[in-house]
């Protein structure tokens, strides 16, 4: 959303391009949704949600890292590599951040994929705040750092169940819940 939010401009800035122009070239970000979002979902169903969280953030990482070099002096098909690059490995590490919410609490689903969509935003806003205290290169630049640090804490705190995982009903009987 922060990226959606401040890459037309940012193209206005570096290019010089046209309002419409700009909006088209960073419409390509979030175009990447309609394939890599589910995407994600289905290799973190496939491969693992800590594996898939993880390649979808260094991934992500490296994406920002590119999106923070981008000068006027590049062509615009470079720049839209990159830009797609990064957002493929953004769109999908949400599929597959939504690929663990069903593992946490079954019956709590709902509400913990809204907390999950919640807390985006407001990590959005957060970078927003940042952008526009400072410029786009420092912008992706927090954004790929902060990708390590989360890249970091997966790594060192989500144990992804194996198995079965019990599910106590309201009516206090318990059912398995096959996760493998």
């Known amino acids: 959303v922060a990226v959606v939010s401040m890459l037309p401009l940012s193209f206005i800035d570096t290019f010089a391009v046209s309002v419409a122009m700009a909006a088209a070239m960073a419409s390509t970000f979030m175009a990447m949704n309609l394939i890599a979002r589910p ?13 898939s969280l993880q390649v979808t953030i260094i991934g992500s990482a490296i994406g920002y890292a590119g999106m923070s070099m981008i000068e006027a002096d590049w062509s615009m098909g470079m720049t839209m590599a990159v830009v797609v690059f990064c957002s493929f490995f953004v769109q999908a590490g949400a599929g597959a951040t939504f690929g663990v ?32 205290l400072t410029d786009a290169t420092t912008f992706f630049t927090v954004i790929g750092v902060s990708c390590l640090v989360v890249f970091g804490l997966i790594a060192a705190f989500l144990d992804e169940p194996k198995g ?3 599910e106590i009903l309201p009516d206090g009987s318990v059912e398995l819940i096959d996760v493998s």
């Not at 289905?42 to 594996?51: E, F, Q, W």
């Open 39 to 51: 995407g994600g979902g289905y290799i973190s169903d496939k491969v693992g949600r800590k594996k």
């Open 101 to 132: 919410v069903p593992t946490i609490k079954r019956r709590l689903t709902g509400q913990i994929a809204g907390l999950t969509g919640a807390y985006g935003n407001v990590g959005a806003a957060s970078f927003l705040l940042i952008y526009s």
């Open 164 to 166: 079965q995982i019990a």
